[in-house]
């Protein structure tokens, strides 16, 4: 079975932190996503990326960075967390674009 | 450009009945789409997925959905209900440049005893 692991079920940080989010899986999938899901508004990409150091925008990038430089890791990064950052966090990787992901359990993510 | 419309945020079912969640989509390709499913503080899990094949495609739990080009829906359903259904569902299609999915907001299904 393919394993995607997210490090942190929950986080908690202060406003104004930099915040790192860090994802691993383990199926030599090229790519990988980062979702944010909020109530009402289903799952909203971030960012994605289809090899290593290479990476697109999704829809919501503001506020967000991302690293690849390894295959199997995917970071997302708060550069300045703010309180309406707070939300979950969801991974995915998959073989293409067009193919199933596979998620994550997400991280939980305050803002205080 | 790709959409994903659910309709219905929230549908509530007795144990038994039948399951229907509603999935319209728009796409200027041909569209790939997506069943998943997310228990409680669970990441998403797939249901099942058209690519094309068979119109009617039938995945895990005993959910199935049914393609319909001309009516652009690819409803989620499932015969008889069980407690361990209950859980957040959402539709996907797959985006333009086929790079990524794009999911619809979500549909939570309650099933009562």
New interface residues.
């Given amino acids: 079975d393919v394993k995607?692991t997210q490090s942190s079920r929950y986080l908690v940080k202060r406003t104004g932190e930099k915040v790192f989010l860090e994802c691993v899986q383990d199926m030599d999938h090229e790519?990988m996503?980062w979702?944010r899901q909020d109530p009402?508004?289903?799952?909203r990409?971030i960012y994605?990326s289809?090899d290593v150091k290479m990476k697109?925008k999704?829809d919501i990038p503001e506020g967000y960075s991302v690293s690849r430089e390894k295959k199997e890791r995917f970071s997302l990064i708060l550069e300045s967390a703010s309180t309406n950052q707070t939300s979950m966090y969801?991974c995915?990787s998959s073989f293409?674009?067009?193919q199933?992901?596979?998620?994550?359990?997400?991280t939980r993510l305050s803002i205080l | 450009a790709q959409s994903v419309t659910q309709l219905g945020s929230h549908v509530s079912v007795s144990e038994g009945a039948l399951v229907l969640l509603r999935c319209n989509y728009s796409s200027s390709v041909p569209p790939y789409l997506f069943w998943y499913v997310q228990y409680p503080n669970q990441g998403l899990q797939l249901l099942l997925k058209y690519t094309s094949a068979a119109t009617l495609v039938k995945g895990i739990n005993g959910f199935e959905a049914e393609f319909k080009k001309s009516e652009t829906s690819f409803h989620l359903t499932k015969p008889s209900a069980h407690m361990s259904d209950a859980a957040e569902y959402f539709c996907a299609v797959r985006n333009q440049a086929g790079t990524a999915l794009i999911f619809g907001k979500g549909t939570t299904l309650s099933v009562s005893s």
């Fill in positions: 995607v790519n996503f979702y009402g508004l289903g799952l990409l994605f289809y697109e999704g969801l995915a293409g674009g067009s199933p992901q596979h998620f994550g359990d997400g």
